[in-house]
């Protein structure tokens, strides 16, 4: 599995915690940045992130920022991608399982990085569970195929 990873200088903090627990499950990562607390644009490493995946490039991926909101508003105007902000074991979960996210969200300013790294294993651990859930997500990729031409 290779997963994309990008952040802000507000999601900086999570990075190192994040990028060691997937290098210790034997993930590959591809690091986009941002790589020092120097303030950037959180919208140029959603994108990179976001472009990884929806290529196929990467598995899934990864974006942080102070809060984990905007830089997932900026990912999901990439067709194919379906990304949440998690601040939680129950929602680290809950996207996987209900949402089959293929990136999350996280934010520096919100949780800590072991909190970070513990939610990123599970969103890893846990499948998608399918059945009716399986049709909501369809329901999403419609919406999506109306829009984005």
């Not at 034997?26 to 303030?39: P, R």
């Not at 942080?64 to 991608?81: E, F, M, R, Y």
């Not at 294993?121 to 369809?138: C, K, M, N, S, Y």
Request: some cysteine; aromatic content about 6%; proline content about 3%.
């Amino acid at each position: 599995m290779k997963i994309a990873i990008g952040c802000d200088h507000g999601g900086i903090v999570l990075k190192p915690s994040i990028v060691e627990v997937l290098k210790k499950r034997g993930v590959e990562v591809e690091d986009f940045g941002c790589y020092d607390e120097s303030s950037v644009d959180y919208p140029d490493y959603a994108l990179k992130v976001a472009e990884a995946v929806a290529s196929g490039d990467c598995d899934k991926g990864i974006v942080l920022c102070g809060t984990g909101i905007g830089i997932s508003i900026a990912a999901n105007k990439v067709k194919g991608i379906r990304a949440g902000v998690v601040h939680d074991e129950f929602t680290a979960e809950m996207i996987s399982a209900h949402n089959n996210a293929n990136v999350i969200a996280i934010g520096g300013r919100v949780v800590s990085p072991e909190q970070a790294a513990k939610m990123v294993g599970i969103w890893l651990d846990t499948p998608f569970q399918g059945g009716r859930h399986e049709g909501r997500v369809a329901k999403i990729t419609a919406i999506e195929n109306k829009y984005f031409k």
